[in-house]
């Protein structure tokens, strides 16, 4: 199977809307956006998953299919961080994909000038926290209440990578296309 990773295009959008239906824990990743059409999913991606200075979204594509998505928000170089983030379709999850991204991009980022990586994930996931720490990103503490979905509040963990961190003992790295 081939694995790359690479910027989101409005051709991904028919992969995105198929994600959301078919993984109904992704709503929150999504911002409660309606994805059920080829025509919203592709505004999602030029809303949401953009490239540009502050944001860099890399689909995860797995037989030129996009499966997920691994990014850097919050880009700033003056202290060098940034925040990362990550999700996977359904049929996507538990082949290493989500991990081996993580750790492809933050190298990158690492490469680019960045020293911090932050991410963060609701207690209540611990598939999240398995790919954050097997990506080499430490614990850092709980923030109490963080998030809020609807009325119900979550608490988070954070994790963070640095640059002079060992590298993970992950999965092989995915390469980026092009």
């Known amino acids: ?15 995105l809307s198929r994600a959301a239906r078919n993984a109904t824990d992704l709503s929150v990743q999504f911002g409660g956006a309606d994805l059920s059409t080829r025509a919203a999913a592709a505004a999602f991606i030029d809303r949401s998953l953009r490239f540009d ?9 797995a037989d030129d299919v996009a499966v997920g998505n691994v990014g850097a928000s919050a880009i700033e170089f ?11 379709s359904s049929a996507a999850r538990g082949r290493g994909y989500a991990t081996s991204a993580l750790v492809s991009v933050s190298d990158r980022a690492f490469a680019d000038g960045l020293h911090r990586l932050e991410l963060g994930h609701r207690v209540n996931n611990p598939a999240s926290c398995r790919v954050a720490t097997a990506a080499g990103f430490r614990a850092e503490g709980i ?12 608490d988070v963990e954070t994790h963070a990578r640095l640059a002079t961190d060992p590298a ?5 790295v995915i390469p980026f296309e092009g």
């Open 1 to 15: 199977m081939s694995v790359v990773l690479r910027p989101w295009n409005r051709d991904d959008a028919p992969a």
């Open 53 to 61: 200075e502050q944001d860099k979204n890399w689909a995860v594509v």
């Open 78 to 88: 003056r202290h060098g961080t940034a925040w990362m983030h990550y999700w996977l």
């Open 143 to 154: 923030e109490r209440e963080k998030l809020r979905y609807g009325t119900a509040r979550y």
């Open 168 to 172: 993970p003992h992950a999965a092989a």
